[in-house]
């Protein structure tokens, strides 16, 4: 059987700077990935295909979760098939990268220091990281270059410090609307911050710049212009020549002998055969929750509750993104009906100013806000019109409530994003009554949150709400949730010092296994206020530079 | 991009597990398993008439559509028991609603709603198909002449499908 150097079980962000940095250094790598292999050629605009149906997820009959809820002071479990609530996101080469919007933050200094900055808030398993920022800035800078991030700095009071002055790529073409959101900003003394993206405005080595066709978030690029973790670093990882990716396996344990992974097992979801591939290094980046799964579900002599789990650290303090949306609606009576409808520009927009938020003499972590238009998805769009007032409406009178708003009107959202703060009761397990196909035990994840991650929401949106109201948007509505966003997910393998209350050491490596690495977003102890994805890229970049370290060692 | 979980519409406990009606194209030989998609299309005709621009359900081919999709891996089982067995209820209720008047069709639809959440969860999902019909692309069989698109004035991103459910 043939061994490679380093197998890497995933194929997304966390993955891919692995990948990368590994097969350009030289090293033979094998990556297994759940799903098949889109490229640019493949990926349409198909809203049935890739928002309606779970054809780039895996179908919730042959996997699921099983989702723990609060209800009336009890914790209720309920499967994710029988509400139809899929926790897959993006099982396809390049993982749900290929998916994003690409609306890219860094997080900022206080992150890493959140517990030694604000201290502790009871009931919340807040710690500091063991790396600061500028341990993890090198590898912001390389993601600008590599993933490919436009934009122009917008200097504010908490702007992380950069290396470089500017982006690599300027910014995308902005829609007329933000200048509306200039202009209102401007008048309430905030600053509009122009929200750095993962796609390209100008072509990079085989990609194309973006071709602004209005599908962005939630359907594959055609233009290779998005900066998912295929088109970036996958493809010219695979020009090496070190690099071997087999897709359609799903990996259901990873083997032990003496402390060190041995093997992965893998089934392969088409023909249904399993097989086992050997490596001197495993690196598992599945996403958070499929990734604690896999250590859970791999249990040994020497590990009996899971691999790298006898701290019983694997799964805990699972963290998504606290906060939630808003909406408003604009017509011709903000700006004129032909400048609103212009199609496929970007709005690029976001507020920073609140990333610390000083209330009653009280100094506490804040977050940021991200303005984007609804989607561009009729299906979804038409659907949302079918209620008013808790009636169902049909005929005519539905007829005439789409026209106008499809004609006439255009929906502004914006989306809240602050710390969801780790807790004992948001957390990943596996219960063996519940599992896939295969036999294999499914995920379990218990999703409650902090009561104080509302009380940050609630703050923020009402400054979000602010702006829009000077806009003169119509029918602002906001939902601060405790509900956690699926795709959004980080925590629940986290690094630190002590091996009793940390599953990974400061270079992601497992405590307790010495060649196991998780380069996903799991190793987080605490989130910050960002989307995770730029940060989960620095980070699998630094990690390979530490594997690679070790490796010359 | 915040993915929010939202069910599309509540069914939960209002399906009935292992109901016999099978939701079957129009031509399947037992009568029993034609009548739920008869009803759904006459259905879809209510929900979806044809207006002063607005194509109509038929026009745009939303039974067709949903014919084409049903059979699909991927198309929700549990809807497809829910649509059957919404059908029954209908016409339970209802014994006459395929040759009434247009006008008589719409009135029985709406008393079938009200004050009966299971049937207006029912009338919702099969709304919620005539607008997948109405606004996808044609390539499913539905959005005929981008009838849909064209009413809206909705211009769609390319590349357009060239295979349906991103089959590679």
Known sequence: ?553 | MKKIITRRIFIGSTVLAGTALALLPQGAKTSIRVEPFKVIEVVQKVLFPKGLKAPSASEFGATSYLATVSTHSSFWRDDLKFLSHGATLLIKKERDFLTMTPNSKDKALRNFVSNNSKGENWVALILFYTLEALLSDPIYGGNKNELGWKWLNHHTGQPQPKVKFAQL
Not at chain 1, 292 to 316: D, E, H, I, M, T
Not at chain 1, 501 to 506: A, E, G, H
């Open chain 1, 1 to 553: 059987m043939k061994k490679y150097d380093v197998c890497i079980v995933g194929s997304g962000a966390g993955a891919s700077g692995v990948a990368y940095t590994l097969a350009l250094g030289g090293k033979k790598v094998i990556m297994l990935e759940r799903g098949g292999f889109y490229k640019e050629e493949d990926f349409s605009k198909d809203e049935i295909a890739y928002c309606k149906r779970d054809i780039v997820t895996p179908s919730l009959r042959e996997s699921y979760h099983t989702i723990e809820y609060l209800s009336a002071n009890r914790w209720v479990k309920k499967t994710t098939y029988s509400d139809e609530s899929s926790f897959f996101n993006g099982n396809i080469v390049g993982g749900s990268s290929n998916f994003m919007s690409g609306y890219f933050h860094r997080l900022k200094p206080v992150d890493f220091k959140l517990k030694s900055t604000y201290g502790a808030i009871k009931g919340a398993n807040i710690v500091d990281w063991v790396i600061d920022y500028d341990e993890l800035e090198p590898y912001y800078e390389k993601v600008e270059r590599l993933v490919g991030v436009s934009g122009k700095v917008t200097p504010y009071k908490y702007h992380e410090p950069r290396s470089t002055k500017e982006f690599p790529y300027p910014p995308l073409h902005e829609h007329p609307i933000t200048k509306l959101i200039d202009k209102s900003c401007k008048k309430l003394n905030i600053i509009a911050y122009k929200t750095p993206r993962a796609i390209l405005s100008k072509s990079k080595d085989k990609r194309n710049s973006c071709y602004y066709s209005n599908y962005c978030g939630s359907y594959g690029c055609s233009s290779g212009a998005k900066g998912s973790a295929r088109a970036s670093l996958l493809q010219p990882a695979l020009k090496t020549g070190n690099l071997t990716i087999i897709t359609h396996a799903f990996v259901k344990k990873l083997d032990e002998k003496d402390a060190k992974v041995t093997g992965a097992i893998y089934v392969d979801t088409q023909t249904k055969k399993e097989h086992r591939i050997q490596a001197d290094l495993f690196v598992v980046a599945g996403q958070a929750v499929e990734t604690c799964r896999l250590l859970l579900n791999s249990k040994s002599k020497n590990f009996p509750n899971g691999l790298a789990n006898n701290s019983n650290q694997v799964g805990k303090n699972l963290l998504f993104s606290a906060g939630g949306v808003g909406t408003g609606q604009f017509d011709a009576s903000t700006m004129s009906l032909k400048e609103l409808m212009v199609e496929g520009l970007f709005v690029n927009r976001s507020l920073c100013d609140w990333y610390e938020i000083e209330d009653k003499n009280i100094k506490m972590k804040g977050g940021i806000i991200d303005f984007l238009f609804e989607h561009n998805n009729p299906i979804s769009k038409a659907s949302k019109q079918k209620w008013e007032d808790g009636k169902l409406l049909w005929g005519e009178e539905f007829q005439t409530k789409l026209l106008k708003k499809f004609t006439t009107t255009k929906q502004l959202n914006f989306e809240v994003f602050n710390d969801w703060l780790p807790t004992d009761n948001c957390f990943v397990s596996v219960d063996e009554k519940y599992r896939d196909i295969y036999g294999v035990p499914v995920a379990n994840i218990r999703i409650g949150s902090h009561p104080h991650d509302i009380k940050v929401g609630k703050i923020l949106a009402k400054k979000a709400k602010s702006v829009m109201q000077e806009m003169g948007a119509k029918d602002i509505q906001t939902s601060i949730s405790s509900y956690p966003p699926a795709n959004l997910q980080a925590g629940g393998c986290r690094f630190g010092d002590d091996p009793k209350n940390s599953v990974l050491d400061k270079n992601c490596q497992a405590h307790e296994v010495a060649n196991l690495f998780i380069t996903d977003g799991s190793f987080m102890p605490t989130g910050g206020s960002v989307t995770y994805t730029w940060t989960i890229y620095a980070n699998s970049f630094r990690v390979a530079d530490a594997i690679l370290k070790q490796k010359k060692s």
